[in-house]
């Protein structure tokens, strides 16, 4: 009995120490810095999630405001994109007024002049609007020793203005349409510079987030403490942390 005892004995003073022990290790564990294994870890986790500028920039060069989307950034490519439709949308406006105003003169001129205009080309417009019919042009031409230029009256080429005053307001037409025609070629030169623009600060805006990345700015980590540190600790926090 006296033996049973004693064994009790031990063998709680046994698992005692040995539960301290394990205590003590279980703290160290819990309150060392954070090993190398574990920030290879999270660089390998922050490379995974790097942007690649070259992306970003194909993207905005298809799209504007994509690649600053994808660089997290559609705060700035949005105007980017708005600009995309309002440029695109002044471009085919253009198109259209320039060839109301094409159709309107050329309509005006079979009134006025008697010219056929099914599939005739621009040039035989500009020489309708300079001369007063088809036999001054052709006189001009050949003075000019350019035959290859004359136009056959029997093939539906000839013309006669009824006034000098209609032959104004039709060249006056034709010109505006025109006019009209090359601003839509400015639009789409602004249409380039835009889809470039973007593309720029796409790579811009990518750079930052990987800077931003790098520096572990936005992160979050978990952080391990014990509770009640002291001989009989109540428990382990757990804290999910951000850095700003």
Same mark, same amino acid.
């Given at each position: 009995?006296?033996? +049973?005892?004693? &064994?009790?004995?031990?063998?709680? $003073?046994?698992?005692?120490?040995? @539960? /301290?022990?394990?205590?003590? =290790? ?33 993207? +905005?060069?298809? &799209?504007?405001?994509?690649?600053? $989307?994808?660089?997290?950034?559609? @705060? /700035?490519?949005?105007?980017? =994109? ?163």
């Amino acid at each position: 009995m006296v033996i +049973s005892k004693i &064994l009790c004995v031990v063998t709680f $003073l046994f698992s005692f120490l040995t @539960a /301290q022990t394990d205590l003590y =290790l279980l703290r160290s564990e819990l309150q060392k810095p954070v090993g190398p294994s574990f920030v290879k870890f999270q660089e390998a986790t922050q490379s995974s999630h790097r942007k690649s500028p070259a992306t970003a920039v194909i993207y +905005s060069l298809l &799209l504007p405001g994509m690649g600053e $989307l994808y660089a997290d950034g559609f @705060a /700035q490519g949005r105007y980017s =994109l708005i600009a995309e439709g309002g440029l695109w949308l002044t471009y085919f406006s253009f198109r259209q007024y320039g060839g109301w105003l094409r159709d309107d003169a050329r309509r005006f001129a079979a009134v006025h002049s008697g010219a056929q205009i099914d599939s005739k080309n621009d040039q035989f417009f500009v020489d309708v609007g300079n001369f007063n019919d088809t036999y001054e042009y052709n006189d001009k031409k050949l003075i000019d020793r350019s035959p290859e230029k004359v136009y056959d009256v029997n093939a539906g080429y000839y013309w006669r203005w009824d006034s000098d005053e209609n032959r104004s307001e039709f060249r006056a037409l034709r010109v505006s349409s025109e006019r009209v025609f090359n601003n839509s070629k400015f639009v789409i030169g602004a249409v380039i510079v835009n889809h470039l623009f973007s593309a720029i600060n796409a790579a811009r805006l990518t750079r930052l987030y990987n800077q931003q990345l790098e520096e572990g700015l936005g992160s979050w980590w978990l952080e391990s403490s014990l509770l009640n540190d002291g001989v009989k600790p109540d428990g382990i926090k757990l804290s999910l942390v951000h850095r700003f």
